[in-house]
T-cell receptor, first 114, second 115 residues
Framework: DVKVTQSSRYLVKRTGEKVFLECVQDMDHENMFWYRQDPGLGLRLIYF???????EKGDIPEGYSVSREKKERFSLILESASTNQTSMYLCASSYPRAGTDTQYFGPGTRLTVL | AQSVAQPEDQVNVAEGNPLTVKCTYS??????LFWYVQYPNRGLQFLLKYITGDNLVKGSYGFEAEFNKSQTSFHLKKPSALVSDSALYFC?????????????FGSGTRLQVQP
């Protein structure tokens, strides 16, 4: 079974703090994703990585950056956290072969910025 | 551009009755379509997908979905609902012809199954 883990289930930070969210997958997947989930808005893509050190902006990248130094690990960084970044953050991974676009998700990190 | 719409915020159904959760999509080419389920305080779990072939796709936990190209729909169905099916359901689409590698998700539909 594919396993995607996220470093924290719940996180509380203060405005202006630098925040790191870590995601690790154990299935050697090339693709990794960061989404945020907000009620009524579904999942929105923040950043996507298709290989080590490779990244693409998603639909809402402002205020976020990412790092992928190893294939299994994809980090989301909030350089200076703000209250509007309070949300559920979901990491996912997938194997980019035709017909196998299935994304596998981690349990999520619920971030509160005070 | 690719997009997906889930027109119902919530669907209520009695246990044992059939259920339908609606999804419509918009892509320029032939879509890859997915359904995911989210239980409280959990990540998303994959239910089923349509890539090509038979329009009726069967997935986990007795769920199925029918791809209808003329109506651009991919509704999720189950013949007999269980209380344990109560959860948040997301439809997602990818248009492989656009080069976009990520899925676009709908806003989600909360399914409530009453005993």
């Amino acid at each position: 079974d594919v396993k995607v883990t996220q470093s924290s289930r719940y996180l509380v930070k203060r405005t202006g703090e630098k925040v790191f969210l870590e995601c690790v997958q154990d299935m050697d997947h090339e693709n990794m994703f960061w989404y945020r989930q907000d009620p009524g808005l579904g999942l929105r893509l923040i950043y996507f990585s298709y290989d080590v050190k490779m990244k693409e902006k998603g639909d809402i990248p402002e205020g976020y950056s990412v790092s992928r130094e190893k294939k299994e690990r994809f980090s989301l960084i909030l350089e200076s956290a703000s209250t509007n970044q309070t949300s559920m953050y979901l990491c996912a991974s997938s194997y980019p072969r035709a017909g196998t676009d299935t994304q596998y998700f981690g349990p999520g990190t619920r971030l509160t910025v005070l | 551009a690719q997009s997906v719409a889930q027109p119902e915020d919530q669907v209520n159904v009695a246990e044992g009755n059939p259920l339908t959760v609606k999804c419509t999509y918009s892509v320029s080419g032939n879509p890859y379509l997915f359904w995911y389920v989210q239980y409280p305080n959990r990540g998303l779990q994959f239910l089923l997908k349509y890539i090509t072939g038979d329009n009726l796709v069967k997935g986990s936990y007795g769920f199925e979905a029918e791809f209808n190209k003329s109506q651009t729909s991919f509704h999720l169905k189950k013949p007999s609902a269980l209380v344990s099916d109560s959860a948040l359901y997301f439809c997602a689409v990818r248009d492989p012809d656009t080069g976009r590698r990520a899925l676009t998700f709908g806003s989600g539909t909360r399914l409530q199954v009453q005993p």
